[in-house]
């Protein structure tokens, strides 16, 4: 199994088109940067915990979905380190809950049922689409993975990062936020 800890300190990142991200950083339980390893062959398994600055000793497990295990398990055995330009943060929600990968954002409303996206109603799992209305742009997709983090792909050919709604809406500059549940 592999575990994953979250550091309570947010770091910038520039991704692959040159923008700068807040993130928070993520290690293995060795100590090594997970976007720095590269041998996950054999892993069938991930954990997820978070380090708090109010306890620095001490990290909480976070609940998240098996549908959430096996995404992640997926994307590192598969595209992690690869930088395959064809994989961004949309193809990693749509891995994660088995959508047709074929399909573009400008078809989301086919795949997924789109609502008001409401912070206190949230749920381990739920998919947050950063868009604007008014120019009908898509900016970014992320899973809630508890304690008001979430986990996604940056950018095409990016890797796994793990970051706040509020630096993600900043930093992809989305007007807009709405909760989406696959249809099935």
Known sequence: MLKIIVFPSREKIITADRKIMRVYPIFTEKGERLQDC?????????????????WPFRALKLNITSEVKRGVVEFLHQ???????????YSFVRLVYG?????????????????????????????AF????????FHHAAI???????????GAGGDLEIATLKDMVRDYG????????PRH
């Open 38 to 54: 590269t041998d996950f062959a054999g892993m069938k398994d991930v954990e997820i915990s978070v380090l708090h600055w109010f």
């Open 79 to 89: 595209y992690h380190a690869r930088q395959d330009l064809s994989f961004d943060c």
């Open 99 to 127: 959508i047709d990968r074929e399909h573009h954002t400008e078809f989301m409303t086919r795949f997924w049922k789109i609502c008001t996206y409401r912070w206190w109603r949230r749920k381990i799992g739920d998919v």
């Open 130 to 137: 950063l868009i604007d209305f008014e120019s009908n742009y």
């Open 174 to 181: 989305a007007k807009d936020v709405v909760s989406g549940v």
């Open 144 to 154: 809630y993975i508890g304690l008001g983090l979430y986990l996604s792909v940056y």
